[in-house]
């Protein structure tokens, strides 16, 4: 017999070892059902620890070191000048930060006795499914799980001329600091990565093809940012597109606002895709939309009745600890357990410097709605805590129910931000009002307060 002859028989199946894989499968095997997960990778952690939140943020710490190092100047600490050693950077963040964690993640499957196969899985029908790869095998389930994540967009009718043209993935990496780095996009990734280039030593130009940076979020709670982001990138072209990408010796050469400047390196960040091509999907009853987003009810069930899906797959918000909370929801359902993904706020982050965040109904789309809402500011200015860490930059706002009082959305910019947002995500699951959040004791000094004060003004 030959290893791709070999089928196994399991309980569950789970296509894909990201964050929304690899909760559906734990919290399976913690439910007594036998659970295997397909990985190409054989390991778990998916874009998340290897080429997304995590190495992202561990640049963006490194990064606001540097710009802390920088502010302390203000405060008669004079730290020199901050020197990078950037094999050492990329040695701390795939050891000591995707590494372990890493290992961590593999700890926790073997404790849970949950295996990893090596491949891809492709489906056969809505019993079975095909490992390709590393282990190839036939397994038969009784339900599976897609959670096969995302991939990064290409930027349309411009194809990468060059490996000079990058990806979040690419940029990652950091195969060098680029002197001059062009971002197209000015969303999660623009704005994360590029301000870690520009930390590094690039001088960043930036094109966004709409009006504002991060399209969709609050005004203002993008200003600061965007002041920010005015000061450490070289440009900022707003409504541009670029029309073409082509080399230029050692350099890309972008046409955009009637110029062609040139570049060392170009990172496309400009949205990210379902991936579900190659998995055999018209074997089974799955649905897919127009642009291949997996399409499912709020128990993540497909319309092939075993087989589920969860994370980036099944569109937006892709976000990992939306991914997470899906994986833990569809656990249950297979169990026949009554649990639905009915969560109201998904906490959004953005970990640039400010950080930005929010969560629930925002004062523009409930404009959008025609909704009748009130909305209380309380700007940083004012906190005794953002005083003493120099950051006087931030707003706290709060849009809520004008007859109920109950809080509907909650957005924060500024340093923690992301953080912060705890509190309104849970204020918004809990149904709590302002009053219940100006009555709460708020420790002082802390920038927590803010949501407190935020919430005072709309008690005068
Ligand atoms: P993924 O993490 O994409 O995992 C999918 C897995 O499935 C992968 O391992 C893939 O190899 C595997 N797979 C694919 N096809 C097959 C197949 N046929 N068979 C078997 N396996 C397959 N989100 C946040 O919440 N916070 C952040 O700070 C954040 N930062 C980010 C930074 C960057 C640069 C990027 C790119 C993304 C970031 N995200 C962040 C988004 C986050 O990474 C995703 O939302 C999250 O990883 C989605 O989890 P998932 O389980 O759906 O899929
Ligand atoms: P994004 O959707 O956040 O931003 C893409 C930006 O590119 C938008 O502002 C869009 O208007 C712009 N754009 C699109 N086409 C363009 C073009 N042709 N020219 C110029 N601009 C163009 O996407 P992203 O930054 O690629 O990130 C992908 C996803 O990954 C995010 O939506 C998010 O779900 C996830 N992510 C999350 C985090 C986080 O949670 N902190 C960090 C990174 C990524």
């Not at 319309?303 to 249950?332: F, N, S």
Request: hydrophobic share 45%.
């Amino acid at each position: 017999m030959v290893m791709g002859d070999l089928v196994r028989e399991v309980d569950v199946v789970v296509v894909g070892g990201g964050p929304g894989g690899y909760s559906a499968a734990f919290r399976c095997a913690e439910l007594g059902l036998e659970t295997l997960v397909v990985d190409p990778g054989k390991r778990l952690g998916g874009a998340c620890l290897y080429e997304g939140c995590i190495p992202s943020k561990a640049l963006l710490h490194v990064a606001g070191l540097k710009a802390e190092a920088e502010r302390a100047k203000e405060f008669g600490l004079d730290l020199g000048e901050p020197r990078l050693a950037l094999d050492s950077l990329r040695k701390w963040k795939a050891e000591r930060v995707v590494g372990r964690l890493s290992r961590g993640l593999a700890a926790v499957a073997r404790a849970k006795g949950v295996e990893i196969v090596g491949g891809r899985a492709v489906f056969e029908d809505s019993r079975g499914l095909r490992v390709d790869g590393e282990e190839p095998q036939k397994i038969r389930f009784k339900h599976a799980v897609i959670a096969t994540g995302s991939l990064p967009s290409p930027l349309p009718g411009i194809a990468g001329p060059s490996d000079r043209v990058m990806d979040s993935t690419a940029a990652l990496d950091l195969p060098d600091v680029p002197e001059r780095l062009l971002v197209i996009g000015g969303g999660y990734i623009g704005l994360e990565l590029g301000q870690v280039y520009a930390a590094l030593g690039s001088a960043v130009t930036l094109v966004e093809m709409t009006d504002g940076l991060l399209p969709g979020v609050d005004r203002d709670l993008v200003q600061p940012l965007a002041r920010r982001c005015e000061k450490l990138f070289t440009a900022i072209h707003l409504g541009t597109k670029v029309a073409e990408l082509r080399p230029a010796g050692a350099r890309i050469e972008a046409r955009f606002a009637g110029e062609t400047p040139a570049f060392d390196r170009v990172l496309v960040a400009v949205g990210r895709r379902a991936q579900t091509d190659g998995l055999g999907l018209e074997a089974t009853r799955v649905r897919r939309d127009a642009r291949g987003v997996i399409e499912v009810d709020d128990r993540c069930r497909t319309h092939d009745p075993r087989i589920y899906a969860v994370g980036d797959v099944t569109g937006e918000p892709m976000l990992a600890h939306r991914a997470m909370r899906q994986g833990k929801v569809v656990a249950e359902v297979i169990a026949g357990r009554p649990a639905a993904f009915d969560n109201i706020a998904v906490p959004a982050v953005v970990f640039t410097d400010p950080e930005v965040a929010w969560c629930g109904l925002t004062e523009s789309e409930a404009g959008r709605q025609g909704r009748a809402v009130k909305v209380a500011r309380f700007q940083w200015a004012a906190s005794g805590r953002a005083a003493t860490l120099g950051r006087s930059d931030g707003l706290t706002k709060l849009v809520v129910d004008p007859d109920s009082g109950r809080v509907l959305g909650v957005g924060l910019t500024g340093p923690g931000a992301g953080e912060l947002i705890a509190e309104g995500a849970l204020a918004i699951e809990a149904a709590l009002t302002a009053e219940d959040l100006a009555a709460t004791i708020h420790a002082h000094p802390t920038l927590s307060e803010s949501l407190m004060e935020a919430a005072e003004t709309l008690l005068r």
